[in-house]
Structures are given as C-alpha cells and as structure tokens.
C-alpha cells in the first residue's frame, strides 16, 4: 500500500461525507433554513440562499472529489472544512450551542460540543490527506485501500453519528 492509496481512500472518505451532509442538509431544507434565519439575524432570503445552496456546493464537491484527476477537488474540500471549523469554533467561543445543522436533520437533535470539533478536526486530517492523490486511478493494493477507506469511513460515520 502506498501513501497514494492512502489518499486515495481518504479523498473517497471526504466525498461521502460531502454527499451524507449534503442530502441530510436537503432532506431538512426547511430546518436548516430555519436554522440559518437564526444565525444570520432574520434575513429570510439569505437563509434561504445557504440553505439551498450549500447543500448542492456540498454534493458538487464530493462529485469532483470522485471524478476530477488533480489535486484541486481536495484542497478546495480542505478549505471548506476549515471555515465549516471557524464557523463552530466562533459559535463554541462565544458560547452558542444551539445543533449545528451540520448534516441537517441527523443532527438536529445534539447541541454544538467540543465533539463537533473533534469531528471536525477529524475531516480536516481526511481532506489534507486527500491531497495526496492527485488522480483517481486505481490503487496499487486495491483490497488494502477498500479496508482502510472503510475504517475511515466507519470512524467518521461514529462521529456523525455520536456528535
């Protein structure tokens, strides 16, 4: 296995967890609508803006993630994850807990918690390993990196899931 595989399978990882918070962010479009009123004071057609938009710049991400051969999909997705991080850090800082609406109505339900910048920090790593593979070609030890892609992709999962 070769670090290649490696980041092959964390960019794979990054493009799933694009999709799952994408499609949870439509699912709950009205939610996360809602949500947003809430943060960027009442202007309803901003937050409907984000709360549209957002989600579809989530799903774009993960497809170019999985079909475009260079490095770009994944430091764009690297950048993405970092001010999603400022986001919750300013919101941990001045002690606004309300759910974070990070995968819309999955997580509805959890206040914000230094667990969400764990999660955080934790695709930060994935999309900084994803720059490693600068094209999606097959890996030298395919069934290698189809385990390690899953390992990485139930860690994550359990972070969604718990934070």
């Not at 493009?15 to 939610?31: T, W, Y």
């Not at 690297?78 to 919101?91: D, P």
Request: glycine content about 6%.
């Amino acid at each position: 296995m070769t670090g290649t595989d490696v980041a092959l399978a964390a960019r794979v990882v990054v493009a799933l967890i694009l999709v799952v918070s994408g499609v949870g962010k439509l699912v709950a479009v009205r939610q996360s609508a809602q949500s947003y009123r809430e943060q960027f004071g009442g202007y309803g057609w901003i937050s409907l803006l984000v709360a549209l938009a957002l989600p579809v710049y989530e799903l774009v991400l993960a497809v170019l993630l999985l079909v475009v051969d260079a490095t770009w999909p994944s430091w764009l997705a690297l950048a993405t994850f970092v001010v999603f991080t400022v986001v919750l850090v300013r919101r941990v800082v001045v002690d606004d807990r309300r759910p974070c609406n990070c995968f819309g109505s999955a997580s509805r339900g959890r206040d914000l918690s230094t667990g969400s910048l764990l999660r955080n920090t934790w695709f930060l790593v994935l999309a900084l390993v994803a720059t490693g593979a600068a094209t999606m070609e097959e890996p030298s030890a395919v069934f290698a990196t189809f385990l390690l892609g899953c390992a990485l992709a139930a860690v994550s999962a359990v972070l969604v899931v718990r934070t």
